[in-house]
């Protein structure tokens, strides 16, 4: 398998996130050789979110296998309708399908610590007198909710450098699911405080993917980089043959 026949990644990262949630696997695929691109998600809504992802997908020439961590599985089981999207690989993420909302999908299970660790705070929506909602975790709940094994100080940091998601995203619904029509794989980390590995689970066994289980906290791309490397790894060779 030549490099040129290899796909591009676009990793897409979750709420309370950047693109910076996976500085530990970008070299890891670069390294490969791979292309990668990982675009700043706006974290506003996630239809909205989703054609952004779409757009950034569009201009890419030649095949792409798309990752999502998070909320960010959600992103892409909308954006991933794109004809240029070979496979989808789901990072700890929401699978929705068609027709459903975060809150709908996490509704069916126990909460996480998460709910008990969110804030929320108004924000200006551009030519509108109703302020959005943004929601973004506590910082002194974040290392231990969301990245319970990853570096202190880096986590630290994490905490306090969040991108909020606005609350409308938990509530807008999938208008499409991906999965459906491209193979996917998908990654739960069995000890993710943040969403319930259970939520995981089902996402996935609905989706028919191939699953891989990892003992992580959320952000399992900065616990365990080589592990996730290894699973992209997995979707590029399948896309590329």
């Known amino acids: 398998m030549s490099l040129k026949d290899n796909p591009t990644v676009v990793l897409v990262h979750g709420a309370f996130a950047d693109a910076s949630s996976y500085a530990r696997v ?37 095949p792409v296998v798309l990752v999502g961590h998070s909320y960010g599985g959600a992103v892409i089981t909308v954006a991933g309708v794109e004809d240029n999207v070979k496979a989808l690989v789901f990072l700890t993420g929401y699978a929705l399908e068609e027709g459903e909302s975060l809150g709908e999908l996490q509704g069916g299970f126990p909460d996480s610590d ?47 450098s969040q991108r909020p998601l606005a609350a409308r995203a938990f509530t807008e619904k999938a208008t499409a699911a991906a999965w459906k029509t491209k ?27 191939t699953t891989v289980e990892v003992d992580s906290s959320h952000l399992v791309m900065l616990s365990h980089p080589v592990a996730v490397a290894e699973l992209i790894h997995e979707a590029v060779r399948a896309t590329a043959q």
């Open 114 to 160: 998460l709910p008990g660790a969110l804030v929320y705070t108004p924000f200006p929506v551009e030519g509108s007198t109703t302020p959005g909602t943004d929601v973004s975790v506590r910082v002194d709940r974040f290392p231990s909710v969301v990245a319970a094994d990853v570096d202190p100080h880096l986590a630290s940091v994490l905490a306090v």
């Open 26 to 62: 970008i070299p890891e695929l670069i390294a490969c050789g791979l292309d990668v691109v990982a675009p700043a998600v706006p974290n506003r809504s996630l239809l909205g979110d989703a054609a952004y992802v779409a757009a950034v997908v569009r201009q890419i020439p030649g």
């Open 183 to 209: 193979p996917s794989w998908g990654l739960v980390a069995s000890s993710d405080r943040a969403i319930n590995p259970e939520v995981e689970r089902f996402g996935y066994r609905r989706a028919g993917m």
